[in-house]
Every structure is written in structure tokens, then in C-alpha cells.
């Protein structure tokens, strides 16, 4: 199997100069379909105006931007938490989301075999890889729940 038949078909991206506020909001909205329940996006790409991907925005990054570094050096000092992710959020609200992106994008093709794909997602602890065709614009994604079904329907001896 390929990854053309397992693959998500989007077409919602993020621009560099998205606000981390509007990022946010886009997230929160945009769904995805799971057996008939409703699951929340936790990442999106982030394409240049010409449309090819520069890079992803997950909930980890976003994190990141709001915690202050002395909390990432573990010099944590004599401050009240109390409204502090408040404030920080609201610091942060309006940078752009391509200061804070994962801008190392490993991606594959529709044409990638599963397993190629499987050996990506479990060295790099991915649970999503962008899909770009051959004139470097997203295809789609490919989620590790998607693989995982894939394999679970090999185990039982489905044919696709």
C-alpha cells in the first residue's frame, strides 16, 4: 500500500503571518471526522503566499511560545501563578505563527510505501506527516491513527 490510499485530503493551512491568536481560533474549528465522532486538529501547515509548505504549527509549539524561558531553564523564582497563562497568553497573542513553527518539515508523497512511512513516524515520534506532490503543494496528511488501521486491517487479513 501507498500512502495516496490511506492519506487525508485538506486544504485548511496556516500563512507565516498568522497571529498565534488567529491560529488558535483556526485549530479550535477546524474538525476532523473519526468514525462518526468530531476530533479537534492538534497541527496545521504553514504554507508560504505561493502555496508550498514552510513548516507545521502543533499545540506543543504553541505552548512553547507562552512559557517564559526562565521556566524552560527550570530557574523558577518567587512569582505568583496565579493569572500567569493569562498574561503570558496575551503576550504572545499577536506574534506570527512563523516565528514559533516547526520549520524542519519532513514530509512524504502520495506515492510513499506504508512502510517507509511507518519507519518515518516511529523515529521521528510523529503523529501526523504532510503529504506534497510533485509541484511541492500539499497533498494532504497522513495520521499514525490512519496507519495504525491500515496495519489493523492487515492483521485481520482485509484486503483494501
Avoid at 491568536?21 to 479550535?28: F, Y
Avoid at 510505501?113 to 523515529?123: F, H, P
Wanted: aromatic share 4%; glycine share 10%; charged share 25%.
Amino acid at each position: 500500500m501507498k500512502v495516496r490510499d490511506i492519506m487525508e485530503r485538506t486544504g485548511d493551512v496556516l500563512n507565516p503571518k498568522t497571529t498565534i491568536r488567529e491560529a488558535v481560533a483556526r485549530m479550535r474549528m477546524a474538525v476532523r471526522m473519526e468514525d462518526k465522532g468530531i476530533i479537534g486538529v492538534k497541527g496545521m501547515i504553514v504554507e508560504d503566499p505561493p502555496g508550498h509548505p514552510v513548516g507545521m504549527l502543533s499545540m506543543i509549539d504553541i505552548l512553547r511560545a507562552i512559557i517564559p524561558w526562565y521556566m524552560e531553564e527550570g530557574k523558577v523564582g518567587g512569582f505568583s501563578w496565579d493569572g500567569m497563562m493569562e498574561a503570558l497568553v496575551h503576550k504572545v497573542a499577536d506574534r506570527p505563527v512563523g516565528k514559533i513553527m516547526g520549520r524542519d518539515l519532513i514530509s512524504v508523497t502520495p506515492d510513499t510505501m506504508l512502510m517507509e512511512c511507518a519507519e518515518i513516524m516511529v523515529k521521528h515520534n510523529f503523529q501526523r506527516l504532510p503529504v506534497i506532490n510533485a509541484e511541492g503543494h500539499l497533498a494532504g496528511m497522513v495520521y499514525l491513527r490512519d496507519l495504525y488501521h491500515a496495519i489493523a486491517r492487515a492483521f485481520a487479513g482485509e484486503d483494501e
